[in-house]
Structures are given as C-alpha cells and as structure tokens.
C-alpha cells in the first residue's frame, strides 16, 4: 500500500458566511473529495468526538478513511477502501464504544464490511455490507444490495433478499426480514405481486431496539419497467425480527425522531401544498407536523433532543443552496448559512447536514470550493 501521499495533519480554516455573518470552520481543504456518511450517522466519536470521514480522488471508487479532531486538527489515515461513492464515502461511521472505525469495503466477489481500531491500528473485515451502526451494540444493520443481482433475482430471490443484523463480535449476520414478508403485509400486494421491490435505508433507532427500512421500487425499476404508481413505504421491525410492521407511505428521507416512536419525512400533509415536515407514529399510524415553519425538503433532521429541525434547501438552477434551522416550538427559523453549489447530484455533493451528538454543532458537505469539503457551524 502506497502511504506517501496520504493526508495529514491541520487543514482547517474558518470564515464568515457571506449572508448570514455565520462563522464558519471548513475542516478539510484537500485537492481530495471529503465527505461523512450520511445526514442520520453522526461522524463523531461518541468517546472523544474525533471525526471520522472518507477521502477519494474525484471521480475515483476507491480511496482512505481517516479520522481527525473536532476542530480539523490531527488528520490521521486508518485505512484504505475500495467501496466509495461521491455522496457518503464509504459511509465511515464509529461503533457503539467508539473504539472501531466501521465501513464499506469490497473484494473481488461482491461487498464485505471493513473496520479499523483506532487504539491499536489492527484492521479487518467481514463478509456482508453496511447501512449502519448500532447506537447501543457492536451490531450492524444493512439490506441486500439489489444492485449487487440481475434484475430477474429481485423477483426470484425475494425471500432471501431483505432486512439483515450482523453481530460483529461473532461474525453471525440473521435476516429480520425479506423482501418477500413486506410484501405480504402491503395494502397492494395483489397489483404489485410481480413488481421488482426491494428495501434500502436500513435505520437503527435511538435505542437500538427496531430497524426501520423502506420498502420500494422507486428510481432502479419503476419507471424501467413501467411499475406504476411506484410503490414506496416505511416499515419497522424489532432488532430481533419480531414484530414487522408497515408504517405507511410517505414522500422522501425518511429518519427516526429522537423519541424511537415517531419517523420524520417529506410527505404530503392535508390541507398543505407540495411536501411538509412530517411525522408518523410507528405504533399508530398517527400522521401530524413536526412543524409547519417550512415546507419538506432536503434532508431535515432532529437535533439530539428533538428541539430543532436543521434541513437543507438547493436552488439548482441557481447555484446556490442553504441550511435553515427551526425552533420546533417557537416554530421560528433562522437562516444559518447560504453556500454555492456546483454539482447537487448523486454522483456530486449534497450538503447532507447532521448534527453532533451534543446538539452543539452541525456539519455539512459543500462543494463550493469545486471539490467537496466538510464544514462545522456552531448552533
């Protein structure tokens, strides 16, 4: 493994937002894309609140994970992976205890789940593949990777493919629950019985104790193979397989509330044009607003405590795109920071905003700079 070029050190600087006067901390300032894992997975330690994040070449399926201190400082390399995307990397993300450094790898056969001791520097990996970590457990949730199969397999192999939980001190991975049991428990399953459906977004709760997923054909097959309305759901089931349960559909993005009851979404609400901030109860079926400050776009997320909502807004056409933050009860908003966009797509930047664990700061991806950095701003 060639080291010569890895990364290291202080890259950080800081500036003051041109709109709203926000001070700013850009923690990265690499010719390397820079970017965390995803807007539910918070890429501080929760032992000493190191970050850790993933660094590619620009169009680049390979490249290292590294972590660094809270403030940029002490940008250190873990390990190499050769399972990147643009948007979140290898999906870095920290085990329960902070001691490991989690990840998504691949050999020649297909996925495997890499990792790496940040006390010791041993490193490994596992067969399987990654969503995410417990909050509570060394345990990994993940879903069978449909790109992975022919499309003919997402019809043929519904009851293998599904919802997974590897323990990762034995290595034993068990299904919760397939393809093939959604379809079971949905309202539709007679139209649909011979879509090519499967699930994605695997999502540990607050507690580590249910999994919520969602269950679709949406984007790889709909409109491929004229499936529609598409089909695109929530379920929930407990970490040991019991109690699967379709929550209902929704619009998009979805994630837990801090509360483990609730799951927030961009859906439709009545009596409300377009998409709203919504949340489902998981035990119910009770639809409310999680606040009527802002219509539903981005990627909105809970601070810790479930006091505030920080959710990003992109104007494509424009360039440009920002982080807004609402008091859920005050029900005010208060435009944190406003940053050009280059390449707002898949296969570029999203801004992808989530917070600390202490409900002090949030971080985001930008690709103002025309290479995508991570950036800190104090809430």
């Known amino acids: 493994m060639n080291t010569v070029n890895h990364r290291s050190g202080n890259e950080s600087l800081r500036f003051d937002d041109r709109v709203t006067g926000r001070q700013v901390l850009q923690l990265t300032s690499s010719w390397q894309r820079s970017v965390h894992g995803y807007y539910d997975i918070p890429p501080w330690s929760p032992r000493d609140g190191r970050i850790a994040f993933s660094s590619m070449a620009p169009g680049e399926r390979e490249g290292d994970i590294y972590v660094m201190g809270p403030d940029g400082a002490d940008v250190t390399f873990l390990t190499r992976s050769r399972a990147m995307s643009a948007n979140d990397g290898a999906m870095a993300q920290w085990s329960a205890d902070g001691r490991r450094v989690y990840f998504k790898d691949r050999e020649e056969h297909g996925p495997v789940i890499g990792w790496a001791d940040v006390d010791t520097g041993e490193r490994g990996f596992s067969p399987g593949d990654l969503r995410m970590v417990s909050p509570a457990a060394d345990q990994l949730a993940f879903h069978t990777s449909v790109g992975e199969h022919p499309d003919h397999e997402v019809l043929s192999r519904r009851r293998e493919m599904g919802v997974f939980v590897q323990d990762m001190a034995s290595g034993q991975a068990i299904?919760?629950?397939?393809?093939?049991?959604?379809?079971?428990?949905?309202?539709?399953?007679?139209?649909?019985?011979?879509?090519?459906?499967?699930?994605?977004?695997?999502?540990?709760?607050p507690d580590g104790r249910r999994i919520m997923f969602v269950f679709t054909n949406e984007i790889r097959f709909a409109d491929k193979f004229a499936e529609l309305p598409r089909v695109k759901d929530v379920y929930v089931v407990n970490a040991d397989?019991?109690?699967?349960?379709?929550?209902?559909?929704?619009?998009?993005?979805?994630?837990?509330?801090?509360?483990?009851?609730?799951?927030?979404?961009?859906?439709?609400?009545?009596?409300?044009?377009?998409?709203?901030?919504?949340?489902?109860?998981?035990?119910?079926?009770?639809?409310?607003?999680?606040?009527?400050?802002?219509?539903?776009?981005?990627?909105?997320?809970?601070?810790?405590?479930?006091?505030?909502?920080?959710?990003?807004?992109?104007?494509?056409?424009?360039?440009?795109?920002s982080l807004n933050l609402i008091d859920v009860a005050a029900g005010s908003v208060?435009?944190?920071?406003?940053?050009?966009?280059?390449?707002?797509?898949?296969?570029?930047?999203?801004?992808?905003?989530?917070?600390?664990?202490?409900?002090?700061?949030?971080?985001?991806?930008s690709d103002a700079t025309g290479t995508a950095q991570l950036c800190v701003i104090e809430v």
């Open 175 to 205: 299904q919760l629950a397939s393809v093939g049991d959604c379809l079971d428990l949905h309202p539709r399953r007679a139209e649909v019985a011979d879509w090519h459906l499967f699930v994605k977004h695997t999502k540990w709760s």
């Open 241 to 321: 397989g019991s109690g699967l349960k379709r929550v209902g559909e929704f619009g998009n993005h979805p994630l837990w509330h801090p509360n483990g009851r609730q799951v927030l979404t961009n859906s439709s609400f009545e009596g409300r044009p377009g998409t709203s901030l919504v949340l489902t109860d998981v035990e119910t079926g009770e639809r409310c607003l999680a606040s009527a400050a802002m219509s539903g776009s981005g990627h909105p997320s809970f601070s810790p405590d479930g006091s505030r909502i920080v959710l990003d807004h992109v104007l494509r056409n424009e360039g440009y795109g």
């Open 334 to 365: 208060e435009h944190l920071v406003q940053v050009r966009v280059c390449d707002h797509t898949h296969v570029g930047t999203h801004l992808h905003p989530v917070w600390s664990r202490d409900g002090r700061q949030v971080l985001y991806a």
